[in-house]
């Protein structure tokens, strides 16, 4: 890994960050006349802390990380458009990407005019790390890997992962969206070992949160500033932080969650294979499946006009004829395949 100063654009790393009335008090006072906030409404008439403390100190307890190292955003697309503006010169760097997989990654780079170069997963949505770091040169600042990914649903072996640490020359981001139902463990372990390192996790998945548009990134203390040098003041509102601290309270019943939908992935996965619509399903470690059909388009319209929305991935990247499922409660996979069953394609 080159050095940060390095990798951080120069204006970005000179940047004085806007400092708001919460940032520049510490301690407990019972009259606030520093932020010209309406003193009516309490508590929505407060700013929300700026920091997010309260809901970093339990995450970091769970997660058993470093305070410090924990950036909360709007969702994980935030902390991905952060990396772009923090790392990457427009019309000048580049990132490098898997395809398929998520598709923030490319937008966010289309947006703040960085080239994307992707590599082509093999038939099995495997990468080589060699053909990966083959693209890479003096202006590649980021490598985005989902693991699981996203839409094929495996996960990537440390091995591979751990040969993109220790030879790209940037910011290695490992999304682990889905990883609360993989059997792999999540790199949080690994931050100490790899400063280029950046895990990226979300309350919209497991936590069952998509709603409140929470996303975690974990990552070296100097990288977490950077984040927080050129975030919005108040990008977390109070009302999401109230409910993540609710949330995160409620660790257990999320554990049953995870487990339940586990279990309906199993039972949905040996359900699918017995229709003759559906030839093929990809191994998943997340909460859907990605099902080759014998006509993708004709099928998703058929669900639609059944009242059951899939998405369809016939034009992604090796998902030609392929639904991707996501796991539903017991009574929605059943409806999912009476529906499929009565299919005429």
């Given at each position: 890994m080159k050095e940060l100063e390095e990798l951080v654009r120069p204006?970005?790393?000179?940047?004085?960050?806007?400092?708001?009335?919460?940032d520049?008090?510490?301690?407990?006072?019972?009259v606030f006349l520093d932020a010209n906030e309406n003193p009516y409404n309490t508590p929505y008439n407060r700013y929300p802390d700026p920091m997010q403390w309260q809901v970093k100190k339990k995450i970091a307890t769970l997660k058993d990380v470093d305070i410090k190292s924990i950036f909360l955003g709007v969702g994980s697309d935030e902390p991905i458009?952060?990396?772009?503006?923090?790392?990457?010169e427009p019309g000048t760097d580049n990132v490098i990407a898997i395809d398929p997989t998520y598709g923030m990654y490319k937008v966010c780079a289309d947006i703040n005019n960085v080239e994307y170069r992707s590599v082509q997963l093999n038939d099995n949505f495997d990468f080589e790390p060699d053909k990966l770091l083959a693209k890479a040169d003096s202006n590649s600042k980021l490598l985005f890997l989902c693991s699981p990914n996203n839409p094929s649903g495996n996960s990537f072996s440390f091995e591979k992962i751990r040969d993109i640490l220790n030879y790209f020359p940037g910011i290695v981001i490992v999304d682990e969206a889905y990883i609360d139902f993989s059997t792999r463990p999540s790199l949080l372990k690994k931050l100490d070992q790899y400063p280029n390192l950046v895990v990226l996790q979300t309350f919209s998945k497991a936590w069952g949160s998509a709603g409140i548009r929470l996303g975690m990134a974990f990552a070296s203390k100097e990288i977490i500033q950077i984040f927080n040098k050129i975030k919005y003041p108040y990008n977390i509102n109070r009302l999401t932080q109230e409910h993540a601290l609710e949330l995160l309270d409620r660790n257990d019943e999320i554990q049953t969650w995870i487990k339940e939908l586990i279990a309906e992935r199993e039972k949905l996965q040996k359900a699918l294979y017995e229709l003759p619509v559906i030839s093929h399903i990809y191994p998943s470690d997340a909460n859907f499946l990605l099902a080759k059909t014998n006509n993708a388009q004709a099928l998703y319209d058929y669900l639609v006009t059944q009242g059951i929305i899939v998405r369809n991935r016939n034009k992604i990247t090796?998902?030609?004829?392929?639904?991707?499922?996501?796991?539903?409660?017991?009574?929605?996979?059943?409806?999912?395949?009476?529906?499929?069953?009565?299919?005429?394609?």
């Open positions: 204006n970005i790393w000179k940047l004085k960050p806007y400092s708001s009335a919460r520049e008090f510490k301690g407990e006072a019972s458009d952060l990396l772009y503006r923090a790392f990457c090796l998902c030609e004829n392929c639904l991707r499922i996501t796991i539903g409660t017991p009574d929605e996979n059943r409806e999912l395949i009476d529906a499929l069953k009565k299919a005429e394609l």
